[in-house]
């Protein structure tokens, strides 16, 4: 039982580049989120997602999109890479049942933007 | 708005020494509270939960966390803390229907 998988870990973008932050889960959770993590900053939501095919913007959703095609998947992209997005990003799914589960994480990915 | 506040930024001791981490939220209605942690380099993990009933709630590693509702606090204890306690502490709020709801960490340093 793997939990909450992200790929990559590590990643370095020049400016204006693009790419897509993957995460899965098998525990078959309703509930998918993206966060930041920087410091001093504690977590801000980014983008989440309720179910397969939905999709609602966080705290801080400009300058990513995100898509969640199948239930154990939710893709976090970036379509033009900013400095300002160097950060550690973390993935986490929770199951449905009102507020009462916790948050699953994945093991993040760094990704700096030079 | 919903909201989680922690009272420190940073906490250093020295191993064997008691440890009280605060966290207040603000919240209308029942909320769920959690503590996590997070070890250097690492992800996030629960350390324990609260959801209803006995307001003392025990978790991993001999933490422990005291809900009050009067005080709208949920602050984290543990009675000896060890070298490997060293990490990021995290308080996070829930309510029906809602995101969580994270505050801004506290990170601890246990110095050997």
């Known amino acids: 039982n793997a939990g909450v998988t992200q790929t990559p870990k590590f990643r370095v973008l020049k400016t204006g580049q693009s790419m897509t932050l993957l995460c899965a889960q098998d525990?078959?959770?309703?509930?998918m989120y993206w966060y930041r993590q920087d410091p001093g900053m504690g977590l801000r939501l980014i983008h989440y997602s309720v179910g397969e095919g939905t999709t609602a913007k966080g705290e801080v959703p400009d300058g990513y999109n995100v898509s969640r095609l199948k239930k154990q998947n939710f893709l976090l992209g970036l379509e033009s890479a900013a400095p300002s997005q160097t950060s550690v990003y973390f993935c986490?799914?929770?199951?449905?049942?009102?507020?009462?589960?916790?948050?699953?994480f994945g093991q993040g990915t760094r990704l700096t933007v030079v | 708005a919903q909201s989680v506040s922690q009272h420190n930024h940073h906490v250093i001791l020295s191993e064997a020494a008691s440890l009280e981490l605060g966290c207040n939220y603000s919240y209308g209605g029942t909320v769920n509270l959690f503590w996590y942690v997070q070890y250097p380099g690492q992800h996030l993990q629960l350390l324990l939960k609260y959801f209803s009933g006995d307001p003392l709630v025990k978790g991993i590693k001999g933490f422990e966390a005291e809900f009050i509702k009067s005080k709208f606090s949920f602050n984290l204890r543990k009675p000896s803390v060890q070298w490997s306690d060293t990490a990021e502490y995290f308080c996070?709020?829930?309510?029906?229907?809602?995101?969580?709801?994270f505050g801004p960490g506290t990170r601890l340093s246990v110095l050997p």
């Open positions: 986490a799914s929770s199951s449905m049942t009102g507020g009462r589960t916790e948050a699953f």
């Open positions: 996070a709020g829930r309510t029906y229907g809602q995101n969580f709801v």
């Open positions: 525990m078959n959770h309703e509930y």
